[in-house]
């Protein structure tokens, strides 16, 4: 089913845009660019539903929104398969 490959892919994409915040990448670079642009409508619904949480005594903030998204999507991904 072509749906359940592009939910997938979605999610790989989703995976490496998480991983990839924690290095810092130049934003400018053209991959970032592009991977930002497919990803970032989603990710921004999710933000605004469940914003990202403020560790207590430090400015880092841990942002969920991927998590839920992966969870989510592996949840639709095993009740289309049945």
Request: proline share 10%.
């Amino acid at each position: 089913m072509i749906f359940l490959k592009l939910l997938k892919l979605y999610l790989i994409l989703i995976t490496i845009r998480a991983v990839l915040s924690w290095f810092q990448p130049d934003p400018t670079a053209p991959l970032m660019r592009l991977l930002v642009w497919l990803t970032d409508p989603v990710l921004s619904s999710v933000r605004r539903m469940v914003p990202p949480i403020t560790l207590p005594g430090t400015k880092t903030q841990i942002d969920l929104s991927p998590v839920i998204i992966v969870l989510v999507g592996g949840w639709l991904i095993s009740k289309i398969r049945f």
